[in-house]
C-alpha cells in the first residue's frame, strides 16, 4: 500500500466514523418515534374499549400518565406530521399509528443495517491498515 493509499484508507475510516455517529443518533431517534407512536396506539386502543365514565391513565409523555374518565366521544387529534394534527376516529386513528409504526420500523431496520454494513466495511478497512503497519514495522526492523 502505497503512502497516498494509506492516507486515503485513514481519510476514509474517518469519514466512516462520522456516518455511524449520525446514522447511531437516526437510529435512536426513530426508537424513540417508534415508542411513542406505539404508546399512543395503545391509548386509542384503550379508548375504544372503554366506556362513558370508565377511569384510565392516559400518557402524556416522559413516562407520565393524568387520570381521565371516558366520554362518548370516539375521535382523537392525530399528528400527522410537520406539526399538523387532524381529528380522527378512533378506529382510524389506531390504523393510522399501526401503519406508522410499520413506517418507523422498517427506517430503523434500514438504519441498523447501514450502521452494520458500515461497522463491517470498516473493520475490514482497518484490518488492512492495521496490517500495512506491521508490514512498514517490520520492513524497518
Given at each position: 500500500?502505497?503512502?497516498?493509499?494509506?492516507?486515503?484508507?485513514?481519510?476514509?475510516?474517518?469519514?466512516?466514523?462520522?456516518?455511524?455517529?449520525?446514522?447511531?443518533?437516526?437510529?435512536?431517534?426513530?426508537?424513540?418515534?417508534?415508542?411513542?407512536t406505539t404508546r399512543a396506539?395503545?391509548?386509542?386502543?384503550?379508548?375504544?374499549?372503554?366506556?362513558?365514565?370508565?377511569?384510565?391513565?392516559?400518557?402524556?409523555?416522559?413516562?407520565?400518565?393524568?387520570?381521565?374518565?371516558?366520554?362518548?366521544?370516539?375521535?382523537?387529534?392525530?399528528?400527522?406530521?410537520?406539526?399538523?394534527?387532524?381529528?380522527k376516529d378512533l378506529d382510524?386513528?389506531?390504523?393510522?399509528?399501526?401503519?406508522?409504526?410499520?413506517?418507523?420500523?422498517?427506517?430503523?431496520?434500514?438504519?441498523?443495517?447501514?450502521?452494520?454494513?458500515?461497522e463491517r466495511t470498516a473493520?475490514?478497512?482497518?484490518?488492512?491498515?492495521?496490517?500495512?503497519?506491521?508490514?512498514?514495522?517490520?520492513?524497518?526492523?
Amino acid at each position: 500500500m502505497e503512502d497516498d493509499e494509506l492516507r486515503q484508507a485513514m481519510a476514509v475510516l474517518e469519514a466512516y466514523s462520522a456516518q455511524l455517529e449520525a446514522l447511531n443518533r437516526q437510529a435512536r431517534l426513530l426508537q424513540v418515534s417508534l415508542e411513542d407512536t406505539t404508546r399512543a396506539k395503545e391509548a386509542f386502543k384503550a379508548l375504544v374499549d372503554a366506556k362513558e365514565g370508565d377511569d384510565l391513565l392516559i400518557p402524556v409523555g416522559a413516562s407520565s400518565f393524568v387520570h381521565a374518565k371516558a366520554t362518548g366521544n370516539k375521535k382523537a387529534i392525530v399528528g400527522i406530521g410537520n406539526r399538523l394534527s387532524t381529528e380522527k376516529d378512533l378506529d382510524e386513528a389506531i390504523t393510522f399509528m399501526e401503519n406508522l409504526v410499520s413506517d418507523l420500523s422498517k427506517s430503523l431496520r434500514e438504519v441498523v443495517g447501514a450502521i452494520s454494513e458500515i461497522e463491517r466495511t470498516a473493520a475490514e478497512l482497518t484490518a488492512a491498515v492495521q496490517n500495512e503497519y506491521r508490514y512498514r514495522e517490520q520492513s524497518v526492523q
